[in-house]
């Protein structure tokens, strides 16, 4: 999962307009800074948007919709499917969502459908089913037809979120420490400026994007497929996704796996220490195998440590030229890249010559991994994922913090990850959204069986100690152990590939911490 805006490194969790319902105009307000958040509501919303907060509200008020599929691919069949954007109001308008078929490669073995998810929150899933013959195992792929969809507001969805095309004046431009109180001023209207840029542009499907309403849509997905009960797969954020569906619609799962799981009963302050201190340690590891190893270049004597202090704290003063019309390299952008190579330990050796090239006063490579972070094209265009991100994070949030309760967990932040949360400011992602009108259920799978959980030894965006919470949680969670340098332990050996085509296919769930 990604967090927050340029002074705080945002930290995503994955593996990854033409308005049919929706107008570009908001009719929610964005909190002010001088608004009691807590008590802050929509004033003209309609009155069935304002529901409580149980996320149960059903489908089955609602028509089984349909999906006109057409070949788009090898294999593969494309469509949309037409879902409530308010699943509490049963004359809601509708989003549409883009869903991609690859069919069972062997129809006589074929099981059923397979949902997938990639994560984030905000990743588009179409990819998956796009590209499952090189993610799934062969047994998987002839037993289930892999039905990949992004999620709504995602992707190739109808709406797609969209805040803003000017990701460096939001993301690169802050300053994690500020010095002076109007460049602290700059940062807090930089975040109010940027929920105001979502909601003007998004505001009829934002309050409605959360995680509640998405395990909704899978539901309907599963009712077009013509699904009694259905399989699913989801990795990193979707482990989330797929434990609220397990817990909203047990009778309809057949069996789930959870890739890459976070906490799902910490707090918003607690969710964000967990993590940090997941990518503090991953930084650690890196830092010290690459003192202990010459060939590094960024060995720096054998005290790569010490180089990566004195780097970040040089990029605090000074930061670094990178690519023409580009902004200079700042400590924020430099840890964001660092973030982005602590996804796994095949980015090691990129980031280990990136630190170096810093070192020397160049900054275009951090800034590659930078922009990689943040899913920039090649021609300068950014999808939509951040966006989406934020805007999910606060549907899904209870809580929302003032500029001085925000401020007031700095030194929590600091003392937790001092290398990954050196900043002097404090995440104010949602503290200019309106109140959540549907926050994501307590997750609890129960009456959904056994769901299979993985977890990796070093994953920094979710860490085990959170991935064995997740399982606690889960009225029958088992949990597999995969000793890996990387977010998600799927593909990593053939331990966790077996154990999930036997849960998947045969019903065989593992025994709990099975290790891989």
């Known amino acids: 999962m990604k967090r927050s805006l340029s002074p705080v490194v945002v930290v995503f969790i994955a593996f990854g307009f033409v308005?049919?319902?929706?107008s570009s105009s908001s009719n929610i307000e964005v909190?002010?800074?001088?608004?009691?958040v807590s008590d802050t509501a929509t004033s003209d919303a309609p009155a069935s948007s304002v529901v409580a907060a149980t996320g149960m509200y059903s489908t089955a008020d609602f028509a089984?919709?349909?999906i006109s599929w057409d070949s788009c691919g090898d294999g593969l069949e494309c469509g949309y499917v037409d879902v409530p954007i308010d699943y509490s109001d049963v004359n809601s308008q509708t989003t549409s969502l883009y869903v991609v078929k690859h069919s069972a490669t062997d129809t006589s073995a074929r099981i059923g459908s397979l949902l997938v998810n990639?994560?984030?929150?905000?990743?588009g899933g179409s990819y998956l089913a796009e590209s499952a013959a090189n993610i799934y195992s062969p047994a998987i792929l002839d037993?289930?037809?892999?039905?990949?969809?992004?999620?709504r507001g995602t992707g190739q969805s109808i709406p797609a979120i969209d805040c803003t095309d000017d990701y460096d004046y939001f993301f690169a431009s802050g300053d994690m420490t500020p010095d002076t109180e109007q460049e602290r001023a700059d940062i807090v209207a930089s975040a109010e400026e940027f929920t105001q840029a979502c909601f003007d542009n998004n505001g009829d499907l934002l309050p409605y994007i959360g995680t509640n309403n998405v395990a909704r849509d899978m539901d309907m997905i599963r009712r077009a497929l013509g699904e009694e009960k259905i399989s699913y797969f989801g990795f990193s954020y979707g482990s989330e996704l797929g434990a609220a569906?397990?817990?909203?619609?047990p009778d309809t799962v057949r069996a789930a796996v959870l890739d890459g799981a976070s906490d799902p009963n910490a707090d918003e302050l607690l969710g964000v220490l967990q993590q940090n201190k997941g990518f503090e340690d991953s930084i650690v590891t890196f830092l010290s195998k690459c003192s202990d190893d010459s060939t590094c270049a960024f060995n720096n004597n054998g005290n790569a440590e010490g180089a990566f202090d004195d780097l970040m704290a040089q990029l605090d003063e000074n930061p670094i030229p990178t690519s023409s019309g580009r902004p200079d390299l700042t400590r924020g952008m430099a840890l964001t890249a660092v973030a982005q190579a602590m996804y796994s330990d095949s980015y090691w050796s990129t980031l280990e010559s990136a630190l170096a090239s810093a070192q020397d006063g160049d900054g275009v490579d951090l800034l590659s991994l930078y922009d990689d972070y943040f899913q920039r094209r090649s021609d300068g265009t950014y999808g939509n994922e951040l966006e989406a991100f934020v805007n999910i994070l606060c549907a899904d949030s209870p809580e929302r913090k003032t500029i001085e309760e925000a401020d007031a967990l700095i030194p929590q932040y600091q003392a937790n990850a001092p290398r990954f949360s050196p900043g002097t400011t404090g995440?104010?992602?949602c503290t200019f959204w309106p109140k959540a009108i549907d926050p994501r259920i307590k997750i609890t799978g129960i009456g959904a069986g056994p769901i299979v959980v993985i977890g990796t030894t070093g994953d920094a965006a979710t860490p085990l100690a959170s991935t064995r919470n997740m399982v606690k949680a889960l009225e029958q969670g088992r949990l597999i152990v995969v000793t890996a340098e990387q977010h998600t332990g799927y593909n990593v050996n053939?331990?966790?590939?077996?154990?999930?085509?036997?849960?998947?296919?045969?019903?065989?769930?593992?025994?709990?911490e099975l290790d891989c």
């Open 118 to 123: 990639p994560g984030g929150p905000g990743f």
């Open 494 to 512: 053939s331990c966790v590939n077996d154990a999930v085509d036997n849960y998947l296919i045969g019903l065989q769930a593992p025994d709990n």
């Open 245 to 249: 569906w397990t817990t909203m619609f």
């Open 31 to 36: 909190v002010s800074q001088d608004t009691s």
């Open 143 to 151: 037993s289930f037809d892999i039905i990949g969809w992004d999620p």
């Open 19 to 22: 308005a049919t319902a929706c």
């Open 427 to 429: 995440d104010y992602t």
């Open 64 to 66: 089984t919709p349909t």
